[in-house]
């Protein structure tokens, strides 16, 4: 199942060119970009795990892209999202953030139905690989 | 090239004259004469490689070549001498001229690179790098890298993965190797790898003394001062003395001796006055401001002097 979360994750997987495309736009903007990786993209796991420290002070989204080449490289079959990070406001907020990496077969969504109290009908999901 | 560009748009010859003045060329060399005193080699070679990167350029757009050719330089020359200025303005040419995106400096020394444990100098170069990318990278006496005494010195490290980008990343990145020339003589010999990626060797004479008298005066200049008639004959006896004497760093040295002048007038005019100062007083170096310098006192020992 194709997973869609964050920028983009409706349209076709974006080229090695337009994802530099868009961290020159970040750049532009000043914004700081991290690359973050998992293997599990269940909605609920909202914290994936870093690949580096966020990069600060870059000038070209040619660093970012070596990142993202040796992440990719560690772990090919890992989901891979580059946030974009705005301090304007004193704090680091996540102004954008897009998958650039998918493994080749997707995991699923399996959902599990539990009667509880009374009618109440709790609903877990879990992810299946 | 874009791929939108069909092959009918490609030009078939390219006024190279108005490449040179459109591209803002013309205007970095112009102000590199302007600003810089002397350097004459270190300014024709300047010239000469932007005449070939021009060329290059209209070769690419006439599609006779497409290859990126090899940017990295080594300057060499001992301190004081202006690498570091230069190199700025060669980040600014090859900008101009499209080799690289950005066009800043990234001006970095050993312990930028290098780290202090095992595993510690790979992300610490790769950090430097990134912040490269799309400019230049000016490694400031580039031969600490390397420890011949110290096989396990972890430069080694940052030396191989300076190399790797050198070579993969030329589209991105242009690094500038600096240094005094003996010793990056033997650097290049101890690392072959870096000589062969290496394709302009620019030295950096050192400066004559009429020279860094002009740097002195454009100094000053710069700041609001300047000298009196005594003033300008002391600070050259004032170079020729402080040339002899060892850690002898041409314009660093002018600048410094010019900072401690600026304080001794400082002092002076606190000390002295009783009344108002003028305009006139308040920016004028004269003879003694320079002449109580160490320099002068004590010819022939060693140590910087004060």
Same mark, same amino acid.
């Given at each position: 199942m194709r997973i869609t979360q964050?920028?983009?994750?409706?349209?076709?997987d974006l080229s090695d060119d337009q994802i530099a495309a868009q961290v020159e736009y970040c750049l532009r903007n000043d914004w700081a970009i991290g690359i973050e990786h998992t293997s599990d993209p269940h909605p609920r796991n909202v914290l994936w795990d870093m690949w580096g420290n966020p990069m600060f002070d870059?000038?070209?989204a040619a660093g970012v892209m070596m990142e993202l080449k040796d992440c990719r490289k560690a772990f090919p079959d890992h989901y891979v999202r580059l946030n974009a990070f705005d301090s304007t406001r004193g704090f680091e907020t996540v102004r954008l953030s897009f998958i650039v990496n998918r493994p080749q077969i997707e995991p699923t969504f399996r959902l599990t139905r539990t009667e509880v109290r009374g009618r109440t009908v709790s609903v877990t999901m879990t992810t299946e690989y | 090239m874009l791929q939108g560009e069909d092959s009918s748009a490609v030009p078939v010859a390219i006024d190279l004259q108005a490449e040179y003045r459109t591209s803002g060329v013309a205007e970095v060399l112009a102000e590199l004469d302007r600003e810089l005193v002397g350097l004459r080699p270190v300014k024709q070679r300047i010239r000469e490689t932007s005449a070939l990167l021009l060329v290059d350029r209209a070769r690419r757009q006439l599609g006779l070549s497409s290859r990126t050719p090899t940017l990295h330089m080594s300057f060499t020359g001992n301190p004081g001498t202006g690498k570091t200025t230069v190199a700025r303005r060669m980040a600014d040419l090859l900008f101009r001229l499209g *080799?690289?995106?950005?066009?800043h400096l990234v001006s970095v020394t050993r312990d930028d690179l290098v780290g202090q444990y095992i595993g510690h100098t790979a992300p610490k170069t790769k950090e430097v790098l990134k912040k490269a990318m799309g400019g230049v990278l000016f490694i400031d006496e580039?031969?600490?890298? *390397?420890?011949?005494?110290?096989?396990?010195?972890?430069g080694q490290e940052a030396i191989e993965i300076l190399l790797q980008v050198m070579e993969n990343q030329r589209d991105d990145l242009v690094v500038i190797l600096a240094g005094y020339a003996d010793r990056m003589e033997r650097f290049y010999q101890s690392n072959p790898g870096f000589r062969s990626r290496i394709a302009h060797h620019i030295d950096f004479p050192d400066y004559t003394d009429d020279e860094l008298l002009a740097i002195a005066q454009s100094m000053l200049d710069e700041q609001g001062y300047r000298f009196d008639e005594a003033g300008r004959a002391t600070m050259r006896e004032y170079v020729e003395k402080r040339r002899a004497q060892p850690h002898f760093a041409n314009a660093r040295s002018i600048r410094n001796a010019i900072d401690r002048a600026r304080l001794r007038q400082a002092n002076r005019l606190f000390e002295a006055s009783s009344g108002p100062v003028g305009v006139e007083a308040l920016s004028t170096i004269t003879a003694p401001d320079i002449r109580a310098s160490r320099v002068f006192a004590a010819v022939g020992t060693a140590g910087e002097p004060s």
């Open positions: 964050g920028a983009f994750s409706f349209l076709p870059l000038r070209d | *080799y690289v995106r950005k066009g580039a031969y600490y890298l *390397y420890r011949p005494d110290n096989e396990r010195d972890y």
